[in-house]
């Protein structure tokens, strides 16, 4: 790489960068300001985007161990990095808007400069696997797998794309289960989360965790560090209420994906309350129907207990299959 580094392909000019330093300028920390990129992404590239990856919330939630961007504005490629852990060197990339061949060549510098030696590709097209393939690209090894439990993590199962306008009414035999729990009627309120609410909801999320709110353990659950960051994420959150106490018994949270899709990125209820859950979820899919967005994406599920309940629940209109890949050019 210390070379000048010509990048060619039919969908991106040629850029000739002449010095490594200048090359690896190109990696930055992720923003706040980064929202606007991604969705400026997305609108050049993937104008009808029903994915879950190409939503704010999914990024930031995926890089919240070490993660970094790589953006070049000459060559329009914006690549999102982070790790499965804060203390593994592996690189993961939930998403990227660029070519194969240049994604293959940023990551040769990356691993070189961060002395790694594997990356994992995250939420490729199925249908597109060939394309990655004479670049250093392949798919796992029977040996290999994000963890045992769920071998594409939370793309195991497909992401589940629903049709708000259906599920606004929510008739016919598809929709027994939802109605089902709706004529449960919980004495249930839902509203936008404030600031004032942070507390609380971390409370939410230690308890979902099994641990108490005062407890010095709080913070190290998986739910607590993998939705924390939402509290003061810029996307559009949601607090469920109990009518009778006022208390905070759920909290949701959305995040645009394109014009027409949205993306529901969290969801946390107090443990023991499922008709509470689909109440919650429900209702925070109206708002955004409301709102006239016309598909929301569910996203990937890591267990077939979880798929299950959303396709029975929910009736997704779209399945969207995605894989992992790894960037292993010796192979």
């Known amino acids: ?22 090359w690896l300028a190109n990696k930055r920390p992720i923003a706040a300001a980064d929202k606007g990129l991604l969705q400026k992404a997305v609108k050049q590239r993937r ?38 852990k804060s203390s593994d060197s592996r690189l993961v990339v939930p998403t990227f808007f660029a070519e194969p061949k240049y ?22 097209n199925v ?6 393939l ?46 089902t729990a709706l004529h449960k009627n919980p004495a249930l309120s839902i509203r936008k989360y404030s600031s004032d609410d942070k507390e609380k909801v971390l409370d939410l999320f230690a308890l979902k965790d099994g641990n108490t709110p005062d407890s010095k353990d709080k913070t190290m659950g998986m739910y607590y560090t993998s939705h924390a960051l939402y509290a003061s994420a810029d996307v559009d959150k949601y607090v ?17 994906i394109s014009p027409k ?27 955004k129907h409301q709102e006239k967005y016309k598909y929301m994406n569910l996203g990937g599920c890591e267990t077939e207990g979880t798929y299950n309940f959303m396709r029975r629940t929910f009736q997704p209109e779209e399945k969207i299959k995605k ?9």
Not at 6 to 13: C, G, V
Not at 103 to 124: G, M, R, S, Y
Not at 240 to 249: A, L, M, N, S
């Open 1 to 22: 790489m210390e070379n000048a580094i010509i990048i060619s392909n039919k969908k991106t000019p040629t850029i000739r960068v002449t010095k490594q330093t200048h």
């Open 47 to 84: 104008p009808k985007s029903k994915n879950y990856e190409d939503s704010w919330g999914y990024v930031i939630q995926a890089t919240r161990n070490n993660g970094f961007k790589w953006y070049d504005r000459q060559n329009k490629a914006l690549i999102f990095f982070g790790r499965k």
């Open 103 to 124: 994604l293959a060549q940023v990551l040769d510098t990356l691993q070189k400069e961060l002395k790694t030696t594997k990356t994992i590709i995250k939420n490729v």
């Open 127 to 132: 249908e597109e696997i060939t394309t990655f």
């Open 134 to 179: 004479p670049y250093g690209f392949r798919a796992y090894k029977d040996n290999e797998s994000w963890d045992s439990f769920a071998r594409f993590d939370d793309q195991t199962y497909p992401q589940q794309v629903i049709n708000l306008d259906s599920l606004a009414l929510h008739k016919g035999g598809p929709y027994k289960n939802l109605r």
């Open 240 to 256: 469920i209420c109990d009518k009778t106490t006022g208390g905070i018994i759920g909290f949701t949270a959305t995040s645009n």
């Open 261 to 287: 899709t949205a993306a529901y990125v969290a969801s946390i209820f107090k443990p023991g309350i499922k008709v509470a859950s689909v109440w919650g979820i429900f209702h925070t899919l109206l708002i």
């Open 323 to 331: 894989t992992h890949l790894v960037y292993d050019p010796s192979k």
